[in-house]
């Protein structure tokens, strides 16, 4: 079998003498940052490609999400899922706002909505759910509960680039999405990140924090950040749109693959999609059962050992860092599914430049 490394994602890089003119724009005009002509542009068309109403771009999606927080003015207790990257929970601490954790579903992986209305206090203000491998939350469920009790929904999104349900993008969902451009996602501009707005007047105040909460020469009306989207990333982004719908199809395929492959194999359980109409195929997990010939450490281990480098999201927990498991509601006790999923998860190689002999030798590997 070939010796070269075989990652568990790969950025997407079109022919950089395509992006040449982009940065000769950029160099002719000078404008670098503060919303330039590219930046405005990227806002236009992933606007149209996402069939979204207003989007509000970030230097990345964890400021994205620390902003979706204060525009909202959260406080209190956020409801969220210990199974996600630890950003997710990040953002809150971050905020001064205190993370509850209640446990995922144990066939979609997202956040469980029976759980939910258990863990709402006095002192709730929100729900954050993950749209999970970019597979939709319960969003009816959700929305039905923070409705009953006067809760705001902040979507991470950071998975979900171009996922749809049958009314459209999942991103419209909730009173913010929050998404990640970052260089392992679907659609990447190296760093970035941005949220979803569902009208003028929110957006304006997105823009205003994430600029220092500077509106002009002289007046400053929030206690903002420095969020913005500088002209080379939002160039790389109005490129990779070019590209996005073929390197999706080719995720597709191997997704395909993988899913012919591994059906029915003992011991191997393929995470399911989860009613989406368009996925991204952004990540491909499978869970290592008791029944395969190896624990998911073992197998971990054995195709590190042959150059495939898999990962295991979700694992640890973000309930069993340092900074959580102290809480109450980080108990394994509370969370006996994702901490049961952590346990067998394993994301396997998934990127379009993934050759056909490279994802061979993986299937090959856990075939044995």
Known sequence: MSKKNIYVTQPYLPDL????????????NKILTNGGPMHESLE??????LGVNEIALFNNGTIALLTALQALRITGEVITTPYSFVATAHSLL????????VDIDPVTLNIDPDKIEAAITPQTTAIMPVHCYGNPCDIERIQEIADNYNLKVIYDAAHAFGVTDKGGSILRHGDLSAISFHATKVFNTFEGGAIICPDKKTKVRINNLKNFGIVDET???????NGKMSEINAAFGLLQL???????QRRKEIDENYRNVFAGLKGITVVPQSGQVDANYAYFPILVEDEFRMNRE???????KHNVYSRRYFYPLISDFSMYKGMKSASKENLPVANEIARKVLCLPIYPNLTNEEQQKVISLILG
């Open 17 to 28: 003498n395509e992006f040449m003119p982009y940065l000769e724009s950029i160099w002719e």
């Open 219 to 225: 007046t400053v009306v929030a206690p903002g950040i």
């Open 298 to 304: 073992e197998l971990y281990d054995y195709l590190k």
């Open 44 to 49: 236009k068309e992933l606007c149209e490609y």
């Open 94 to 101: 971050w905020n001064g706002i205190k993370p509850i954790f």
């Open 242 to 248: 070019k590209h996005v719908d073929k390197t999706i």
